[in-house]
């Protein structure tokens, strides 16, 4: 069993190579995602500016290393979609299994109620027949999360030669009332401190 300890934390700019890494295998060997390329390491960290300017984007440090992230993105572009987010989980491949990918929804589930946010959306790749690229993990760990199914849109993507299906996935985090508190953006949330009492109040599951 792996006993090294994972603390979950917001990311800097500076994590954009141990992000790119965790990403980049998924992104040349799997249909898990559907891009072709991964990201440079400019354009990781682009992102992570850019995400973390609205949402969280989380870090799992492990042995002084990145071993997994988790982020949240807006589910669409008008005011009235401010209560759901759409998220996004990386594991290192490595690694799966040891309960970080446990870890990283959970606090990022922490920082999107502290925003006010009501439910998280998740666009996962799924297929009819399992393969090398694709085995239907992620639907299953959201499934066992709580999440349920939305929509499904069948062959909306191709890669390595073949269809895969998507869908959406939703979890509810907070009551849908008329009048719900206003969004609040990441760096007002003081999701840093957030954080710090989720890891107080989680600390045994290291």
Known sequence: MDTEPVRIRLATPDDAEGVRAVYAPYVRDTAIVFAYEPPTADEQRAAIEDTAARYPFLVAERAGHVAGFACAHAFKGFPAYDWNAETTLYVDRDLRGCGIGS????????????????????????????????????????????????????????????????????????????????????????????????????????
């Open 103 to 206: 870890r990283l929804h959970d606090a990022l589930e922490a920082c999107l109620r502290a925003q006010g946010v009501l439910a998280m959306d998740a666009c996962i790749a799924v297929t009819t027949t399992p393969d090398e690229h694709l085995t239907n993990a992620s639907q299953r760990f959201h499934e066992r999360r709580g999440y349920r199914l939305c929509a499904t849109f069948p062959q909306c993507g191709c890669k390595f030669g073949r269809w895969y299906d998507m869908i959406w996935m939703e979890r509810a985090i907070g009551e849908r009332t008329p009048n719900p508190r206003p969004f609040t953006p990441a760096p007002e949330a003081h999701l840093d401190q957030v954080l710090e009492r989720w890891e107080a109040a989680n600390s045994t599951r290291r």
